[in-house]
């Protein structure tokens, strides 16, 4: 993707931090390249994994291989917190492995503190024959669990992280839905401050009309 429709999505003037996790071989570190063009970092923390990061105007990411982690899993929940979205990769072409992935995709989408950003699953390397379409993909992730919470917001495109196509469209939709989200956080909270003082006035107006009306029929 080129970076100057990063830079329109982003221009440098909003932070944004993604957290792509998957399977290993998924194509993460394929996608950290494609996203920011930049060169991808790789730390290893006394944990002792890799943790893989890049940034490019403002936008920040984080990856790591989930699987068979359980006992590393813990600490990676310091970095939650600091997520405005998730990112899933799925090998669409990796079949035998899809039920592996949603495992692993349930334990990290049910962590309570990823529970209210917006998850995007990458149904990847769609530039390979025969592989599953969004829809398997989708299916085989037993994705319509997670939207049994209507709060929660979950989808799943088609990407090729070794073209580049698909991942504009990625980030349009992570932008979109973070957009919606401070739009009705914005809508929520002054609702919820004004109700009280707004049913007050309302209280009283009515009632002085209704002591109006009652004296003037007396
Ligand atoms: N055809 C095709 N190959 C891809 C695509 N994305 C990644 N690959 C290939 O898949 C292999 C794994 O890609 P990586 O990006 O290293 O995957 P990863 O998830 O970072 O893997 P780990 O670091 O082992 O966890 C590499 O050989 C990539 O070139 C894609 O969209 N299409
Ligand atoms: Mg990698």
């Known amino acids: 993707m080129g970076n ?42 006394t944990i002792g994994m890799n943790i ?12 790591w291989d989930v699987g068979g982690r359980d006992k590393i899993r813990p600490l990676l929940r310091h970095y939650y917190h600091m997520m405005n979205a998730l990112v899933f990769m799925v090998d669409s072409g990796d079949r ?11 334990k990290v989408a049910q962590e309570e503190e990823l529970q209210n950003i917006p998850v995007l699953v990458l149904a990847n390397k769609q530039d390979l024959p ?3 379409n969004v829809s398997e993909v989708a299916e085989g992730l037993e994705r319509e669990k997670l939207l049994r919470d ?14 580049g196509e698909g991942v504009t469209e990625a980030l349009e939709w992570i932008q979109h839905h973070l957009t ?39």
């Open 96 to 106: 035998e492995r899809l039920d592996q992935a949603k495992d692993e995709f349930h």
């Open 52 to 63: 893989e990061s890049t940034s490019h105007k403002g936008l920040h990411i984080m990856s």
């Open 150 to 163: 209507p709060k929660r917001v979950v989808g799943v495109l088609p990407v090729s992280a070794s073209t």
């Open 4 to 45: 100057g429709r990063l830079s329109r999505l982003f221009g440098g003037k909003q932070e944004l931090k993604i957290m792509i996790l998957g399977l290993d071989a998924s194509g993460k570190t394929t996608c950290l390249y494609q996203l920011t063009r930049s060169d991808v970092e790789v730390t290893i923390p």
């Open 180 to 218: 919606l989200q401070k739009v009705q956080e914005a809508l929520v909270k002054p609702a919820q401050k004004s109700v009280p003082s707004s049913l007050t006035s309302l209280f009283t107006s009515v009632s002085s009309a209704l002591k109006h009306t009652l004296g003037n029929s007396r």
């Open 130 to 132: 025969g592989v599953m």
